[in-house]
């Protein structure tokens, strides 16, 4: 048995004579078996984690247990894929699992701010053999025996959607600098098997960012890490735990849908829709 990865000119293993990682079209179809269901079915994943505050030369805190949801489909086109996707992420108590409507920062002297769960509709993307870029195959990639495990790293770096001088409350800076790191984990067996459109997936997904805007923290010194495990939920969105499932229905109810429309890739992120609700809370006075 072999472990076989992504090749470099120092690191060369053999090639899999069954599924061959190294194709670039071999790779963007197994890592999307993995990742959808390319009949163009919805699919959906659950993402339970935690959140912790780091700050330099002190003890990390937890702040909360986080439950995320996600649906999206895929739809075939020249060269590729598109993803259509929308995602909850609830911050939860620490201990308790209850949803927070409202959170006592510990670092503002236990001060009570309004929590802002995300909401971003729609997330969608192309994932293009055509044309470079984050999405575009092949995928950096592990597998031995019956296990393949694919990495998406993502380091941002681009202007905040939040500015130190408009929003000096919310905002950690003008730079919005941060990592999302995933890894995608399933059989080769199930990808493999042409009358299979979705194989089961996990994936690990961990994001270092600066502070929620919500938390009010400002420019103080410090970071937040995000780290989940998310689960491909091949029953649908009954197999989410009651309470957050009945949450999703009562708010939430168009995100147990992946959405139909098209409109050139869209990434909503959770800064521009804090921003929206700040500024339209302050057009109202």
């Not at 805190?61 to 598109?82: I, M, N, P, Q």
């Not at 979705?198 to 929620?212: E, G, P, Q």
Request: hydrophobic letters at 35%; one cysteine or more; glycine letters at 8%.
């Amino acid at each position: 048995m072999t472990l076989r990865l992504t090749p470099a000119s120092a690191l060369k293993t053999p090639k899999d004579s069954a599924l061959d990682l190294d194709d670039p079209e071999t790779n963007l179809n197994a890592l999307l078996k993995l990742r959808g269901d390319l009949s163009g079915k919805d699919f959906f994943f659950a993402f339970p984690g935690q959140a912790w505050a780091m700050i330099p030369q002190e003890r990390v805190h937890k702040c909360f247990r986080t439950f995320g949801f996600g649906s999206g489909r895929l739809e075939k086109v020249d060269g590729g894929y598109r993803i259509y996707s929308r995602e909850v992420l609830f911050y939860l108590d620490p201990v308790t699992g209850e949803i927070l409507q409202e959170w006592s920062n510990p670092f503002l002297g236990g001060r009570k701010v309004r929590v802002v769960h995300i909401a971003n509709d729609p997330v969608n993307g192309v994932f293009s053999m055509k044309a470079p870029g984050p999405l575009a195959p092949p995928y950096p990639y592990v597998s031995v025996g019956d296990n393949v495990v694919f990495q998406w790293n993502f380091f941002i770096q681009k202007p905040a959607e939040l500015t130190r001088a408009e929003y000096p409350l919310y905002s950690s800076g003008d730079i919005d600098q941060h990592a999302e790191l995933w890894g995608l984990m399933g059989r080769k067996s199930e990808i493999l098997d042409e009358s299979t459109t979705s194989a089961y997936c996990t994936m690990s997904w961990t994001r270092v960012s600066d502070w929620l805007p919500f938390m009010e923290m400002g420019n103080a010194p410090g970071k937040m890490v995000f780290h989940s495990h998310s689960m491909k939920l091949m029953n649908g969105p009954s197999e989410l735990p009651k309470p957050i499932l009945e949450h999703i229905e009562k708010h939430y109810d168009k995100y147990l849908t992946a959405p139909t429309e098209w409109n050139g890739p869209q990434m909503t992120s959770s800064a521009g829709e804090f921003k929206k609700l700040i500024d339209a809370e302050r057009a109202k006075g």
